[in-house]
């Protein structure tokens, strides 16, 4: 573990999801392990790592708690969370932007995803209304 402000889990080139799967990776639990013991439906877990949403914060505190990480590195990559790759070093700076970019237009489709979502729900209450 290490108190990493810039690197392979920073905020510029990782998710919250990609920082929470590879902390529950690190410590050999499964998805649905991780939701059982948060007491969440795996389709929750499932959505955190894939930034389609975000725990609460009560939640938040126990997956930091559980996964040993603190929870400011859980959000932002700042504070007591993993240490990156041994090899990060030897990443060309060139792919390094390009999983940065990979990262950043998943988090833009969850985004989107989720807008989507509240026009389908705004559509379907103005389709109520009128019929």
């Known amino acids: 573990m290490t108190d990493s402000t810039s690197g392979w889990y920073s905020d510029e080139t990782a998710t919250f999801g990609d920082r929470l799967a590879d902390a529950r990776e690190a410590l050999g639990m499964t998805q649905a392990e991780l939701a059982r013991r948060l007491g969440v439906r795996l389709s929750t877990l499932k959505a955190w ?5 975000e725990p609460r914060a ?3 505190q126990m997956l930091a708690g559980l996964l040993n990480v603190s929870m400011m590195w859980l959000m932002n990559g700042q504070g007591d969370g993993l240490d990156g790759p041994p090899d990060e070093a030897t990443i060309p700076g060139d792919v390094r932007a390009i999983l940065s970019e990979i990262r950043e237009v998943r988090s ?3 985004r989107l995803a989720d807008r989507l979502a509240v026009l389908e729900k705004r559509l379907r209450s103005v389709l109520k209304e009128q019929g």
Request: no cysteine.
């Open 49 to 53: 790592e894939e930034d389609r949403a």
């Open 58 to 60: 009560n939640r938040l």
């Open 108 to 110: 833009q489709m969850g």
